[in-house]
Nanobody
Framework: QVQLVESGGGLVQAGASLRLSCSASGRTFSEYNIAWFRQAPGLEQEFVAGINTAGGRTYYGDSVKGRFTISRDNAKDTGYLQMNSLKPEDTAIYYC??????????????????WGQGTQVTVSS
């Protein structure tokens, strides 16, 4: 099992930046792809970004390309999501998820076996 804990959410104004962290424990972190999803009230879960085990390949949802950056530090068992130029429509609960690295990073939440509890990001206009 992999346990994931997100942190770094909060309330910011439009245009500000936040960095989310995803701390992992349990199985070997470097064996898992990591992704960030988000869910706003009344909307479906949305893929935000994903990164492969070694960190060499990253993937982004269209709505965040050019503004968000996903990264990881396998030595610290931690993943990150740097969010710049935040917009009110970025308001959501952000979840970190892990899938075994034998699978190519996917945008479908059902492929991710492990999830954190989520962290709230609220962007005011």
């Amino acid at each position: 099992q992999v346990q994931l804990v997100e942190s770094g959410g909060g309330l910011v104004q439009a245009g500000a930046s936040l960095r989310l962290s995803c701390s992992a424990s349990g199985r070997t972190f470097s064996e898992y792809n990591i992704a960030w999803f988000r869910q706003a009230p009344g909307l479906e879960q949305e893929f935000v970004a994903g990164i492969n085990t070694a960190g060499g390949r990253t993937y982004y949802g269209d709505s965040v390309k050019g503004r968000f950056t996903i990264s990881r530090d396998n030595a610290k068992d931690t993943g990150y999501l740097q969010m710049n130029s935040l917009k009110p429509e970025d308001t959501a609960i952000y979840y970190c998820a892990a899938q075994h690295g034998a699978i190519t990073v996917t945008t479908t939440p059902q492929w991710y076996a492990y999830w954190g509890q989520g962290t709230q990001v609220t962007v005011s206009s």
